[in-house]
């Protein structure tokens, strides 16, 4: 059995800058998606996290990234392919909730 640390795929948008040139604002567009590879493992129990503003908050799970994973800034929409052998792939959407780097990998709870 071949084991794979990060089989699940993680997608964003970075949104495009607005831009003010001229005189004339340009409100910032769709901008561009980047996908990441990880590893998504759901909460068990009353999944608690500390976010920004202080509060705490319940999360449905946790997404394990490589160290070399690009910020995902809390507050933003992600889409997480959920790929696990013998079963079909799942797709959801969250919203992060926090983002982490350690000095092993890169955490973001959703």
Do not use: C
């Amino acid at each position: 059995m071949v084991v794979t640390q990060y089989p699940d795929t993680i997608s964003f948008a970075i949104p495009a800058e607005a831009t003010l040139s001229s005189g004339e604002w340009t409100p910032g567009g769709a901008g561009s998606t980047v996908q990441a590879q990880g590893r998504y493992e759901s909460a068990s129990g009353s999944a608690m996290v500390t976010v920004a503003d202080g509060k705490r908050v319940s999360y449905s799970g946790i997404v394990y990234l490589p160290i070399t994973a690009p910020i995902i800034p809390e507050g933003t929409d992600v889409t997480i392919v959920e790929k696990r052998p013998g079963i079909a792939d799942k797709t959801f959407k969250q919203t992060v909730l926090r983002f982490h780097r350690g000095q092993l990998n890169t955490r973001i709870w959703v």
